[in-house]
């Protein structure tokens, strides 16, 4: 018989290679398909109603109850960790497609970008081997919310390097680096599982500011209020999961 924590760590890698697919699969789209954009716009909208639910439903108390209140301070920490990378050292940074070739020729700009994204999506795959680590049920709900965002970020970063510099091997490339980060969080968490009262928290507070900060400011920028009702779908499955199956 399977040792249950080895199952488990085997499954949150299989999820980690699915995660890191979709980031591939995304930078794939915007630069040899002509995806419609709507669809993206609507993981957007899914994602962050989805991911905002699960980091304050579950994760989070999770964090506590394994740390006790010391863990919010965790959470605090990764909140702003991504602020610092994705919106502090990079000078321009949004979700979706970057169409503003203008703000990319800056030197530094972006690597800046690369660099914020990758630590985010490092933390995505974090998120997915400590909620394996807590359980079955966790770890799943958190793969449900980094998918949900995985096709918009390999978009994104395949954006940004086409803006900059039209080559479309080193934006696929980018977005499949991403893949990769994630795939290092997940092995690195299963790796390290005696820190998972660090891991857990501060992945909590990365999915928190993707969320709500990268997330949700797309969603309201479409004058479209079907897009602003899909975030409530996004809630509303989460906490349909969570009552079918975890009583
Ligand atoms: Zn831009
Ligand atoms: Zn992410």
Known sequence: MIHELSFRIALAALLGLIAAGGNLLGGYFVV?????????????????????????????????????????????????LVHLFEHTIAPHFHFGEETHTEQMQHGHAQSAIFLGLAI?????????????????????????????????????????????????????????????????????????????????????????YVAATDLLPEVNKEPNWRMALLVFVGVATMLILKLLFNL
């Open 32 to 80: 040899y398909r002509e995806w419609p954009r709507r669809y993206l716009q609507y993981f957007l909208a899914l994602g962050a109603g989805y991911m905002l639910s699960v980091a304050l439903v579950e994760v989070i108390p999770e964090s506590v109850h394994l740390a006790g209140e010391s863990a919010l301070l965790y959470v605090l920490a990764g909140f702003f």
């Open 120 to 208: 985010h999506t490092f933390f995505d795959g974090v998120a997915i081997a400590s909620g394996f680590l807590v359980s079955t049920w966790l770890g799943f709900l958190i793969f449900v919310a980094v998918f949900l965002h995985k096709l918009p970020e390999g978009f994104t970063v395949a954006s940004v390097v086409m803006a900059r510099s039209q080559s479309k091997r080193n934006a696929v490339r980018a977005a499949g680096l991403l893949g990769a980060a994630t795939l290092a969080g997940v092995l690195l968490t299963s790796q390290l599982q005696g820190q998972l009262k660090y891991a857990l928290p501060l992945s909590g507070g990365v999915t928190l």
